[in-house]
């Protein structure tokens, strides 16, 4: 389990995100969210730019988790 982490906490550590608590939330959100989307064998940038779209034009955000 660490070593799969290990990539995670190099680039977290290299973007600054663990500088402060909403940097460490944030990496952890999007981490979350892309293992997510990966487990699913959903597009991770075409459901990130569809979800970022969507939000900015007040739409739903489409949901990643189905609630089954």
Same mark, same amino acid.
């Given at each position: 389990? !660490?070593?799969?982490? #290990?990539?995670? $906490?190099?680039? #977290?550590? #290299?973007? &600054? %995100? @663990? #500088?402060?608590? +909403? ?8 981490? @979350?969210? $892309?293992?997510?989307? +990966?487990? %699913?064998?959903?597009?991770?940038? !075409?459901?990130?730019?569809?979800? @970022? ?9 489409? $949901?990643? $988790? @189905?609630? &089954?």
């Amino acid at each position: 389990a !660490e070593r799969a982490l #290990r990539p995670h $906490v190099l680039i #977290r550590h #290299r973007s &600054s %995100q @663990s #500088r402060s608590p +909403t940097g460490l939330a944030t990496h952890a959100d999007l981490m @979350s969210l $892309v293992h997510t989307l +990966t487990r %699913q064998g959903r597009a991770i940038g !075409e459901t990130l730019t569809t979800a @970022s779209l969507r939000h900015r034009q007040g739409d739903p955000t489409p $949901v990643v $988790v @189905s609630g &089954s």
